[in-house]
C-alpha cells in the first residue's frame, strides 16, 4: 500500500466515525412528539448543539407542523460550531475555557428552564462541549475564578470524569440542576456521549440526571492534583448548598434520559469500512483513558506485533487521553499520542496511522481552526530529520502541533459539529 492510498483509507476510517455520530444521522428518530397544549423548550449545549438545534427546529416546523410560537429556546456551542436556525437563538461561547458569552447563554436556558409549566416539554440536546458551554457559576465564585480552575485542572492530567466531578459542585445548571430548575415540566434529554463508559453523569457535567459525586470528592481532586484554587472556590467547595441532587431525588421524577449516539457506533462504522476494503479491523476499545504517550507506546507495540505476524489489519481505539502539561508547546492529546506513536515505531516500515477528535479538532487555543490530531507514515521521522527537527525534543515541551504542522501531517477537518471523543486508527500492512 503506497503512503498516498494509506492516508485515503484512514480519512475514510475517520469520516465514517463522524458521520455515524452526527445529528442529522442520529437525532431525527429519537425526537419525541410535541406536548400536546404548552410550550415545546429546546435547550442545546455541547460541540453538537447547533446542528442538534438545527435538525430539530427543522424536524418540530417542517415536519410536523408545530405552531411556531410554541417552539422556543437557545442553543450555546462552541465557537465555531453554531449552526443557522430561523427562531431559536443560537450563541457561540468559549471551550474548552468558559467565557462571557457562554455565561450569557447558560441564564438563558436557566430562565426557560425555569418558566417552564406542566403542559410544557423541556427537550435538552446535549454534547460534549456543554459543561464549558454552559457556564454558571454557583453563587460566590466569579466567571474569572472558573477559568482560573478550568485552565488548572486541563494542565493537571485529571481525568473528564474528575474534571466533571469538580464543575458540578461549582455549578447553577451541571450535577442534576437543570432538570431540579424544569420542574414540574416533563424533561427529555437525548445526548450524544463524548465520554469513557457513556456515563449520563459524567457527559455534559449531568445537567439532567442525578449526580452521585460528592462535595469532598470534588475537594480531593483538586488535592489530588495539587491544584490549589481561587479563595471564592475552595469555599464553594465547603459550603454544603453546594451539594449536588442524588439519586432517588424526585426533582428526576419527571426526567428521561436517551442516548442517541455513543464512540461505539462510529467505531461500527469503522469496522464496516476495514472488512469492505479486505482489512482485519482490531478494536482496542472504544473507552481508553490513560496518559497520550503511554497509550501510544504501548499500541506501537502492538502494531509491530500484527507486522511480525503478517497480519494485514488496522488498530482501533476511541476514549479520552489525557496531557501532563511539562512544556509550553501547543496541542492536544491526540497529536501528543501520534507524536509518541511516531517515536515508538521508528520507521517501522507498512505501519500508517492518524488520531484525531471526532469535534474537529484537538487541544490548542480554543479555536475552530485548531488541528483535530495528526497522521503517522513511515517515513515521519525521516522527513523531519530532513527539516532540522528533533521529535524527542518536542515531545518534551508538549508541542506536538508545531512538529507535525512543517510536515503537512495534520488533521485538519474543520468543525464537525458532533462528539463522540477521539478516533484512533493503526493501520498495519502485510
Not at 469520516?15 to 455520530?21: G, M, P, Q
Request: glycine share 10%.
Amino acid at each position: 500500500m503506497t503512503e498516498v492510498s494509506a492516508r485515503n483509507f484512514l480519512d475514510r476510517l475517520f469520516s465514517a466515525a463522524v458521520a455515524a455520530a452526527h445529528p442529522s444521522t442520529c437525532l431525527p428518530p429519537a425526537l419525541p412528539p410535541p406536548p400536546a397544549q404548552g410550550r415545546l423548550i429546546l435547550l442545546a449545549a455541547g460541540k453538537a448543539a447547533g446542528s442538534m438545534l438545527e435538525v430539530a427546529e427543522r424536524h418540530y416546523l417542517d415536519e410536523m407542523g408545530v405552531d411556531p410560537s410554541r417552539l422556543v429556546g437557545i442553543g450555546v456551542a462552541r465557537h465555531g460550531y453554531g449552526r443557522p436556525t430561523r427562531q431559536l437563538e443560537m450563541v457561540e461561547a468559549g471551550h474548552p475555557v468558559p467565557d462571557a458569552a457562554g455565561l450569557a447563554g447558560a441564564q438563558k436556558a436557566i430562565d426557560l428552564a425555569t418558566s417552564a409549566t406542566a403542559d410544557d416539554l423541556v427537550l435538552v440536546l446535549l454534547s460534549g462541549g456543554a459543561s464549558a458551554n454552559w457556564i454558571a457559576p454557583a453563587f460566590g465564585v466569579e466567571l474569572d475564578d472558573k477559568r482560573a480552575l478550568t485552565r488548572a485542572l486541563l494542565r493537571s492530567g485529571a481525568n473528564i470524569t474528575e474534571i466533571n466531578t469538580v464543575r458540578k459542585h461549582l455549578s447553577r445548571i451541571k450535577g442534576g440542576r437543570l432538570a431540579a430548575l424544569a420542574q414540574p415540566a416533563r424533561v427529555v434529554t437525548l445526548s450524544v456521549s463524548d465520554v469513557p463508559g457513556d456515563d449520563p453523569a459524567v457527559i455534559g457535567s449531568g445537567p439532567t440526571v442525578p449526580d452521585p459525586t460528592t462535595l469532598a470528592e470534588a475537594r480531593d481532586v483538586l488535592a489530588r492534583y495539587r491544584i490549589d484554587p481561587p479563595p471564592s472556590v475552595a469555599v464553594a467547595l465547603r459550603d454544603p448548598a453546594n451539594e449536588s441532587p442524588k439519586p432517588g431525588d424526585p426533582a428526576f421524577a419527571g426526567s428521561e434520559y436517551i442516548l442517541i449516539s455513543r464512540p461505539a457506533d462510529s467505531f461500527v462504522a469503522a469496522e464496516k469500512i476495514a472488512r469492505e476494503a479486505g482489512i482485519e479491523p482490531v478494536l482496542l476499545g472504544d473507552n481508553l483513558e490513560g496518559e497520550a504517550r503511554e497509550v501510544a507506546q504501548a499500541q506501537a507495540a502492538k502494531a509491530k506485533e500484527l507486522k511480525a505476524a503478517g497480519r494485514k489489519a488496522v488498530l482501533l481505539s476511541g476514549g479520552e487521553l489525557t496531557v501532563t502539561m511539562r512544556g509550553q508547546g501547543r496541542g492536544g492529546p491526540n497529536q501528543e499520542y501520534a507524536l509518541a506513536l511516531a517515536v515508538a515505531l521508528d520507521g517501522a516500515a507498512g505501519i500508517y496511522a492518524v488520531a484525531g477528535d471526532t469535534d474537529g479538532t484537538d487541544g490548542g487555543g480554543g479555536d475552530a481552526s485548531d488541528p483535530a490530531g495528526a497522521y503517522v507514515m513511515p517515513d515521519t521521522l525521516a522527513r523531519a530529520k530532513g527539516l532540522g527537527l528533533d521529535p524527542a525534543a518536542f515531545l518534551a515541551n508538549n508541542d506536538s502541533t508545531s512538529f507535525f504542522e512543517p510536515l503537512g501531517d495534520l488533521l485538519t477537518p474543520g468543525p464537525t459539529c458532533t462528539n463522540v471523543n477521539d478516533f484512533r486508527a493503526v493501520l498495519v500492512d502485510e
